[in-house]
Every structure is written in C-alpha cells, then in structure tokens.
C-alpha cells in the first residue's frame, strides 16, 4: 500500500532554474514531513522537513510548501545547481498506529544540467 | 558524528544460503532501525530497536528475517534460506529522538544480490 505518491520519477533542469517534487499522502495521522536526498552509493541524507502547523519553510535553496487540506507537499530548490543532481525522497510519519514509522516515496531523480 | 558504518558494503550469495549483515552505529544513539531499499523505489521499515529492545517489526519482515542488537550498540540482520527477492540495499540508520528529534542517520547499506 503506497501511502506516499510522489512525481515525477524523474526531473532534467538546467542550472540555475528551479527544481519542483511533488508528493502526496493519505494517512491523515501523519504529522512530520521530511525530504531526503540520496547520491549514489550512498545512505539517504536528511534535507528539509516540516510539520503541519506551517504551510512553508526555507532552508537556504531549499523550502517545503504545505496543503494540509490538499494532503500534498512539495520541494522546490531555487537556483538548482549540478552538485544537486540526486534522487530526492519525500517521506511521512505520524505518532500511532501504522503511521510510527516513516513512509517514503518513490523517489525522484533530478538531473542538473550544467 | 562518526557516521553509521555497515559491513559488508556488497554481498553476493546463492539461492538458500545464509547471510549476516552488521551495522554500527553513532555511538550515542538508542535507536537503531533497519529498512530495505530495491531499485527505483524508497527505503521500506523493516525493524527498530531502542536500545537492546526490538519494539516494532514490519509484516515485510519474514521469519526467514532475524536482527539482533545484543548490548544496545551494534546490530546484525540475518536472513536465512535466502531468495532472488530479497535481492535490495538494506540501510541501517541510528538516531537518538532526545537529541536529535526525528532526524534518522542512514549508512550507505549492504547491497545483496542473491543469485
């Protein structure tokens, strides 16, 4: 059961532009949202989260918008550079329930074009 | 942070052997989770311990599946009788949630390909 959509499996921007991940979920129980970005040969790397008492938060090139009455959120990187090419993992979790444990997408690979 | 270590970083085994994976990590760390990661998709919960504890265990997680972490530091994953399905990347990642909230530390993972 895929509690988390995210889209698009892939993503080719070119310098300097802006990259968008989009993900939604189901489970109204969950309650931390993170982003994670994964290189190759590598473990995923915690980037950005947030919680839904917010509908946005920035963390230099990076921010998270929130619709909680949607059920969506999504990643935009400003200014996407080459060493931001990656596979991009949104995730959720909530305090009970099946929902304790994190649920990750499927992930979205970015390519940044020099 | 020293980081999270696992060992083997690659493991190649025939259809119905068994294998052992390890995983070490930040030493301050109470918790310590297992996921499992296939190709083209995110990491999926397979277990968690806190401390020497296993509180949780996902229905992913067969009874050919076993972890162990004996003194509340490192873990071990063992899969026995192992299947071309249980080909994945399996992460270890430690966080210590009075410390460090709700960020998880992954290792780089042990990549198993059963053959």
């Known amino acids: 059961q895929q509690q988390v959509k995210q889209s698009p499996q892939s993503l080719i921007v070119q310098k300097g532009g802006i990259s968008i991940i989009n993900c939604a979920y189901e489970?109204?129980?969950?309650?931390?949202f993170p982003w994670y970005q994964q290189f190759p040969g590598k473990g995923p790397a915690l980037l950005i989260a947030?919680?839904?008492?917010?509908s946005e938060k920035k963390e230099g090139r990076f921010t998270i918008s929130f619709n909680k009455s949607a059920k969506q959120f999504s990643l935009h990187i400003m200014d996407s550079q080459p060493g931001d090419s990656a596979t991009y993992f949104c995730?959720?979790?909530?305090?009970?329930?099946?929902?304790?444990?994190?649920?990750f997408g499927s992930g979205t690979q970015l390519t940044v074009l020099p | 942070d020293t980081g999270v270590s696992q060992d083997p970083r690659h493991k190649i085994t025939k259809r119905g052997q068994n294998v052992t994976f390890r995983c070490d990590p930040i030493?301050?760390?109470?918790?310590l989770y297992w996921y499992r990661q296939t190709l083209g998709q995110g990491p999926e919960f397979l277990t968690y311990?806190?401390?020497?504890?296993?509180?949780?265990k996902s229905r992913l997680l067969s009874d050919r599946f076993s972890a162990e972490r004996p003194k509340g530091s490192f873990s071990t994953l063992e899969i026995q009788r192992t299947e071309q399905g249980d080909s994945a990347m399996y992460l270890c990642?430690?966080?210590?949630?009075?410390?460090?909230?709700?960020?998880?530390?992954f290792g780089s993972g042990t990549q198993l390909s059963v053959l």
């Open positions: 990642a430690s966080t210590d949630p009075g410390i460090k909230g709700e960020k998880l530390f």
């Open positions: 489970n109204t129980a969950f309650d931390y």
């Open positions: 947030i919680r839904p008492d917010v």
């Open positions: 995730a959720a979790r909530g305090n009970s329930g099946s929902a304790r444990q994190l649920t």
């Open positions: 030493s301050e760390h109470n918790r």
């Open positions: 311990f806190q401390n020497e504890a296993q509180l949780e």
